[in-house]
């Protein structure tokens, strides 16, 4: 059973425009968020993170959003630029475990067309 | 500093043979994590180990095993392979343990078991 889903396997946005980027999480001991961003033949970089006590956190064109109550989070990318094409993982965690067991979405994949 | 590197890059075996891919953390990183990416997934967790202690495991079975070194290098061994070991085998290193820490990941290891 999935515990985080990404809905979309792909996005295309015109670069200039915004990117929304969704994520669903079922369990409702997470209360720690991440957004990783991959490249192909790279390993995943870290990107931005929310904790629950938070509903937004900035980072320059970067915004998570996570709305606890419908358990969903976003990631808003403004503007888009080409070099942010790449596969986005949403990730999950609990802050009450001791080690990093991090569950992760499947991916969404965001071509930004110039 | 250099970054989290990954040996073989790729590799392949046949069912029921064993095989170890190894990890070269950040200098000074404690705790390393090993993750399985099937194809059209995200990463999976199998495991995190901290000062050469396994610290704590995903749902993976027995036959997937880890060491880690003094000199911030790791292994991850998996005995009797199985067709749907077929995956991407990343590793990923952090300062500390606990979910606050920064992963910092690796290019990964792409095994196919045939």
């Known amino acids: 059973d999935q515990q985080v889903k990404q809905n979309s396997p792909s996005l295309s946005v015109q670069e200039g425009r915004i990117s929304i980027l969704n994520c669903d999480y079922t369990?409702?001991?997470?209360?720690?968020f991440l957004w990783y961003k991959k490249y192909p033949a790279e390993g995943p970089t870290f990107l931005i993170s929310?904790?629950?006590?938070?509903d937004k956190n900035e980072d320059g064109r970067f915004t998570v959003f996570l709305n606890k109550s419908a358990k969903h989070l976003s990631l808003h990318i403004v503007p888009s630029q080409p070099g942010d094409s790449a596969v986005y993982f949403c990730?999950?965690?609990?802050?009450?475990?001791?080690?990093?067991?991090?569950?992760f979405g499947p991916g969404t994949s965001l071509s930004v067309i110039p | 500093e250099t970054g989290v590197t990954q040996s073989p890059t790729h590799l392949i075996k046949t069912r029921g043979q064993q095989v170890t891919l190894r990890c070269s953390s950040q200098?000074?990183?404690?705790?390393v994590s090993w993750y399985q990416q099937a194809l059209g997934q995200g990463p999976q967790f199998i495991f995190q180990?901290?000062?050469?202690?396994?610290?704590g495991r995903g749902n993976f079975p027995p036959r997937f095993s880890g060491l880690q070194f003094p000199n911030y290098s790791s292994e991850l061994n998996v005995n009797a392979l199985e067709l749907d070991d077929s995956a991407l085998y990343l590793c990923?290193?952090?300062?500390?343990?606990?979910?606050?820490?920064?992963?910092?990941f690796g290019p990964g290891t792409r095994l196919t078991v045939l």
């Open positions: 990923a290193s952090s300062l500390d343990q606990g979910t606050y820490n920064e992963q910092f």
């Open positions: 369990n409702s001991m997470f209360d720690y």
């Open positions: 929310i904790s629950s006590i938070k």
């Open positions: 990730a999950a965690s609990s802050m009450k475990t001791s080690y990093d067991k991090v569950i």
């Open positions: 200098s000074g990183h404690n705790t």
């Open positions: 180990y901290y000062r050469e202690e396994e610290n």
